[in-house]
């Protein structure tokens, strides 16, 4: 095993995973979740579906209180599967603010590391060192 693998193994077992792992494990679970809400709406048309010819067949045949009981269940099956839509919606919208707060802390750490090399830069560059040294090669450039 290479050392960085070890210390990416040692780190996991310390600190847990890492955020891209969450925010991957999390978005899997999201997609799973809108699979179900998915399977849930197909059912719920197909048994709309049939009541709804069942509604059909009690008109038909003049049982008007039978059809009228169905025809709300056909309305109450409507506003569930608008229910399940808005969730599906909404799950959708947690994924992708999920890439985003991900993408921010990327950015934010880069941000970090480049202020840190910047930082460290400016203390090896002595600017006054820099311009003394400058001014006396200009001296010497003029007296040339």
């Known amino acids: 095993m290479s050392p960085s693998l070890l210390m990416q193994s040692i780190n996991r077992f310390l600190y ?12 899997a679970k999201l997609r799973a979740e809108g699979r179900k809400l998915d399977r849930e709406m197909r ?11 069942t509604v059909k067949q009690l008109a038909a045949k003049g049982d008007v209180k039978s059809a009228r009981i169905l025809a ?3 309305v109450r099956s409507n506003k569930q599967k608008d229910r399940l839509s808005v969730s ?21 750490g880069s941000l970090q ?12 560059i002595r600017l006054p060192q820099i311009s003394q040294t400058m001014r006396e090669m200009s001296m010497e450039m003029t007296r040339v």
């Open 16 to 27: 847990g995973p890492t955020p891209e792992e969450r925010v991957r494990a999390w978005q």
């Open 113 to 124: 590391k480049s202020t840190e090399i910047m930082k460290l830069s400016s203390s090896l």
């Open 43 to 53: 059912q719920l048309d197909a048994a709309t579906a049939k009541v709804r010819t």
């Open 72 to 74: 709300r269940e056909v």
């Open 88 to 108: 599906k919606a909404r799950l959708g919208s947690i994924g992708t603010q999920l890439t985003q707060q991900l993408a921010m802390m990327k950015v934010t």
